[in-house]
């Protein structure tokens, strides 16, 4: 009987060790598991896209179950690769997903990764140009875009000055510093970047702010995106996307110096200095005055898009409230 029992117990024993060895296994099998998704960068790589390279090197996004390939946008830009669903999430800006979203382009920001819009006009000091009334009798470098003229006109005309007195060519792909020992006057630059890159170069600039003479000029540039599709059948994706963004962004705001070692690494193209340096004066804009990094408001949603819509820019007025949504930002 002794030995009846003891056979038993034996048989029991290996059952449950059995059982969980397989239950071990299937957790670490839901451990192992990732989900693939892909990232459409709005430009080349900078320090605007920090805290996407941060949440890579760092694990951020295998935390949460995903493996993130990081594409350049090509030809089609990411707004359209998002909304065909040829890349779950994007980067934009609030001005071109405005007009995407007039045009039915189902794309949705789910969180600003700079808080105020810090581009502006940008000259060489010795070209003069100290205001927008001086932009009368120069040439402007743009890349051909309606709103580069409304927003010109926008903030001469506080001056009384007129647009059409402005020579307006498209400088294509060539870079600022080269467009203006060449042919050019002014462009319109994020400062984050370029204006950095002036400093280290030794040139000065004049600069004319847009949020220095409009609030409603004052949007968010650029923008995490992703589509009405993944929000509505994968928003367990979009979550767990933007937990690790938030936590990369967050790395960047604390440790601008790490934040650009790993950028570097990440992109070895990129001119080491400039990172640097780009980095210390990007970081604390992030989230500046906000509660927490990536909120968005209705506010400046609904500014910019009446300012664009009183300019002529759109065919009709945006729902903000559809463009945009905090839901997806860590708690």
Known sequence: MKKIIILLMT????????SNDGKNEEA?????????????????????????????????????????????????????LVASQKAEFGISA?????????????????????????????????????SPADYEGKTYGGWGAPVEEAVLSSLMQKENADVSEVEIVNMGNTDFFTAVERDIDFAWIYYGWTGVEAELRGQELNMQYLTDYS????????????????????????QAFMAAVSK???????????????????????EPELVKASQEWLSPKYKDDADQWGIQKDEVWSNYAEWMYNHDLLEEKLKANEAFTNEFLPE
């Open 11 to 18: 048989a029991l024993a290996v059952t449950s060790c059995s």
């Open 28 to 80: 670490s099998a839901k451990q192992e598991e990732t989900n693939s998704v892909k990232l459409v960068l709005d430009w080349t790589p900078n320090t605007n896209h920090t805290g996407i390279y941060v949440a890579q090197a760092e694990g951020f996004f295998k935390e949460q179950g995903l493996d993130v390939e990081i594409m350049l946008p090509g030809e089609a830009g990411a707004d359209q």
């Open 94 to 130: 609030q001005e071109t997903l405005t007009e995407a979203r007039i045009q039915d382009i189902p794309v949705v920001s789910i969180g600003a990764i700079i808080q105020h819009n810090t581009s502006g006009f940008a000259s060489p000091k010795d070209k003069g140009i100290t």
């Open 215 to 238: 609030e409603k000029l004052d949007y968010y540039t650029p923008v995490l995106t992703t589509s009405e599709t993944m929000i509505n059948e994968n928003p367990e994706t979009v």
């Open 248 to 270: 990369g962004y967050e790395f960047a705001i604390e440790k601008p110096d790490q934040a650009a070692d790993i950028l570097i690494e990440a992109v070895p193209d990129l």
